[in-house]
């Protein structure tokens, strides 16, 4: 499977900062999307992106797709509690038959 | 979103012996199925691909007669470890597309086998 090399691997932060993550690829993408995982849940989706140089939001959340195909970030402002978890990048092959996943990272938001 | 059924979610079973895990695409069709597997706190990695009718795709690495699967309408593809040992303990967790690269892809909830 593709190699998605994602930072930092976990984060511990006040209630009410701002985060920020990032997801790169040694291959070209053409879409690349934002998930979430809570502990024995399966992930759902966040944010998905189908264009070079997209940026997009979801509430608090913006990701963007990046200008090389390569590399995508999340950032999620002011966060809350409910936050907590992790948060794994994604790619669809230029096929489309396959998705992999991204090493994940681990946010932890203390009140 | 819509929604993907897996069952069991949890299942704890003897070394030796075969255990099927379902994913049910529950109010849309699911032309393609994608089976994870995940260890704790790691990531998920990509095991099979099926679309329905055909054979499953297997990533490099991955049996494909320990782990058979079968997609054998548009609502159901089964994932069954054949022979379970212990080091197959793991979570595993299912995804259904409706349509072409670009549409979502949703998420089972996953299923916990214990191998004792």
């Known amino acids: 499977g593709q190699q998605l090399n994602q930072s930092p691997q976990s984060m511990f932060i006040q209630e009410g900062e701002d985060v920020s993550m990032n997801c790169t690829s040694s291959?070209?993408?053409?879409?690349w999307l934002w998930y979430k995982q809570d502990p024995g849940e399966g992930p759902v989706l966040l944010i998905a992106l189908y264009k070079a140089g997209e940026l997009t939001s979801n509430g608090r959340l913006t990701a963007q797709f990046g200008i090389t195909r390569k590399d995508s970030f999340l950032n999620i402002s002011a966060s809350i509690p409910s936050d907590v978890g992790i948060y794994f990048c994604a790619v669809n092959t230029n096929t489309g038959n396959q998705f992999y996943f991204g090493t994940g990272t681990s946010l932890t938001v203390i009140p | 979103g819509a929604v993907v059924s897996q069952h069991p979610s949890r299942v704890i079973c003897k070394s030796g012996t075969s255990v099927k895990i379902e994913c049910r695409s529950l109010?849309?069709?699911?032309?393609?199925m994608f089976w994870y597997r995940q260890f704790p706190k790691k990531s998920l990695m990509l095991m099979a691909t099926?679309?329905?009718?055909?054979?499953?795709?297997?990533e490099q690495g991955v049996e494909k007669d320990k782990f058979l699967i079968n997609h054998a309408s548009l609502t159901l593809s089964t994932l069954t470890v054949t022979s379970a040992h212990p080091e197959d303990s793991s979570f595993y967790i299912c995804?259904?597309?409706?349509?072409?690269?670009?549409?979502?892809?949703?998420f089972g909830q996953g299923t916990r086998l214990t191998v004792v």
């Open positions: 995804s259904a597309r409706a349509g072409g690269p670009r549409t979502e892809a949703f």
């Open positions: 099926s679309n329905e009718g055909s054979k499953a795709t297997y």
């Open positions: 291959s070209i993408f053409n879409t």
């Open positions: 109010d849309f069709q699911a032309t393609t």
